[in-house]
């Protein structure tokens, strides 16, 4: 099982809106509302790393309110 924590840096405004919409998804084991350098740290988990970075990258980066997006692969 590949996992990641993507860190993400919402519009202003938009931070509830797309925490929601996160938690919506399968892939994505939590999401939280967060201080700090990220709005939202979200845990994400797909059945291999190949299909982890494509959901990031074609699913998750799409949804509205998202400006830029940190991942970091869980190695172990």
């Given amino acids: 099982m590949a996992k990641a924590y993507l ?8 931070e509830r809106a797309v925490c929601d919409s ?24 797909s059945p291999g790393y190949e299909t982890l970075l494509r959901t990031i990258v074609e699913k ?9 997006t940190s991942t970091s692969l869980v190695l172990d």
């Fill in 60 to 68: 998750l980066r799409h949804i509205k309110g998202i400006a830029s």
């Fill in 7 to 14: 860190k993400i840096l919402v519009e202003t405004g938009m």
């Fill in 22 to 45: 996160l938690r919506k998804l399968p892939e994505v084991k939590s999401a939280d509302l967060t201080t700090g350098d990220q709005d939202i740290i979200a845990v994400i988990e």
